[in-house]
């Protein structure tokens, strides 16, 4: 009784271990020299930026396209809202390009000063049609945008003043119907559907990754998932997938080197 008790306590104080074989891989794709940054779209392509030059690369019988975008200035997010329809957003334009599924250039980009946005830091989908959120890094002020009638829809003010100190964003997303943002300090806070602040994660976190009810970080070999509400912590120790960085997509991880993104299907059991 007493070895079964001390058991039961080890079980739930102890980090939970899972087995790496989970991971199927699927497919890989080459990175082009000089590649700033990419990320998947809900379809499994892969859009990769880099020398003002954006590509999106397919598997299976689609075509891959590769466009000049040096009009549109840098870019510093790639924004895939559906197949059809994907954000690119640039620091320096302060602007919001809409391009379609052939990566040409649809209507006039948005400018970002029209809605009173002085330095546009991160911008995330919103899971509602047409509704992209915009952080005003001078103003502290984050502000949902209807992209189909130029307006705005809801704007949060202060939000240094919200959570209580100096925030630097670097990074926001909805999940869930959620708005998570993190900061350089690698604090991340969750607001609710309607922006109101619901908490602030007790541990630091250096991407905002989720699958399910988890929150992922890669950690040199292994995977961590935090559960976002219990905190129980699973570990996944991957020795044989050469991986820099991680960006998840349903049940699709995406591992990137210098050289290559290896796909994976999660599968646990």
Same mark, same amino acid.
């Given at each position: 009784?007493?070895?079964?008790?001390?058991?039961?306590?080890?079980?739930?104080?102890?980090?939970?271990?899972?087995?790496?074989?989970?991971?199927?891989?699927?497919?890989?794709?080459?990175?082009?020299?000089?590649?700033?940054?990419?990320?998947?779209?809900?379809?499994? $392509?892969?859009?990769?930026?880099?020398?003002?030059?954006?590509?999106?690369?397919?598997?299976?019988?689609?075509?891959?396209?590769?466009?000049?975008?040096?009009?549109?200035? $840098?870019?510093?997010?790639?924004?895939?809202?559906?197949?059809?329809?994907?954000?690119?957003?640039?620091?320096?334009?302060?602007?919001?390009?809409?391009?379609?599924?052939?990566? #040409?250039?649809?209507?006039?980009?948005?400018?970002?000063?029209?809605?009173?946005?002085?330095?546009?830091?991160?911008?995330?989908?919103?899971?509602?049609?047409?509704?992209?959120?915009?952080?005003?890094?001078? $103003?502290? #002020?984050?502000?949902?945008?209807?992209?189909?009638?130029?307006?705005?829809?809801?704007?949060?003010?202060?939000?240094?003043?919200?959570?209580?100190?100096?925030?630097?964003?670097?990074?926001?997303?909805?999940?869930?119907?959620?708005?998570?943002?993190?900061?350089?300090?690698?604090?991340?806070?969750?607001?609710?559907?309607?922006?109101?602040?619901?908490?602030?994660?007790?541990?630091?976190?250096?991407?905002?990754?989720?699958?399910?009810?988890?929150?992922?970080?890669?950690?040199?070999?292994?995977?961590?998932?935090?559960?976002?509400?219990?905190?129980?912590?699973?570990?996944?120790?991957?020795?044989?997938?050469?991986?820099?960085?991680?960006?998840? $997509?349903?049940?699709?991880?995406?591992?990137?080197?210098?050289?290559?993104?290896?796909?994976?299907?999660?599968?646990?059991?």
């Amino acid at each position: 009784m007493v070895l079964r008790n001390l058991c039961f306590i080890f079980l739930f104080f102890a980090e939970i271990y899972v087995c790496a074989q989970e991971f199927d891989f699927k497919f890989s794709f080459t990175i082009p020299e000089q590649n700033q940054l990419w990320i998947p779209d809900n379809t499994g $392509n892969v859009y990769l930026y880099g020398k003002n030059t954006l590509t999106k690369a397919s598997q299976g019988q689609l075509p891959s396209f590769s466009q000049s975008i040096k009009s549109i200035g $840098n870019i510093d997010q790639i924004l895939p809202v559906n197949a059809l329809k994907t954000y690119l957003f640039s620091k320096d334009q302060q602007q919001l390009c809409l391009i379609d599924n052939t990566l #040409s250039m649809q209507s006039q980009c948005l400018d970002l000063e029209e809605f009173d946005i002085l330095y546009a830091q991160a911008c995330a989908i919103s899971s509602r049609p047409d509704l992209v959120y915009v952080y005003d890094q001078f $103003n502290s #002020s984050l502000y949902l945008i209807n992209t189909k009638n130029n307006t705005v829809v809801q704007k949060v003010s202060n939000l240094e003043g919200i959570i209580g100190h100096e925030l630097e964003i670097s990074e926001i997303l909805e999940y869930n119907n959620d708005l998570f943002f993190k900061t350089w300090q690698n604090e991340i806070f969750e607001l609710d559907m309607f922006l109101n602040l619901k908490k602030k994660f007790t541990s630091l976190h250096g991407e905002l990754l989720f699958y399910k009810e988890y929150i992922v970080e890669l950690k040199n070999d292994t995977l961590v998932f935090k559960h976002m509400i219990s905190e129980e912590i699973k570990k996944i120790q991957l020795p044989n997938i050469s991986k820099d960085e991680l960006k998840i $997509n349903g049940n699709s991880f995406y591992f990137s080197n210098d050289k290559e993104i290896s796909v994976y299907e999660f599968n646990p059991g």
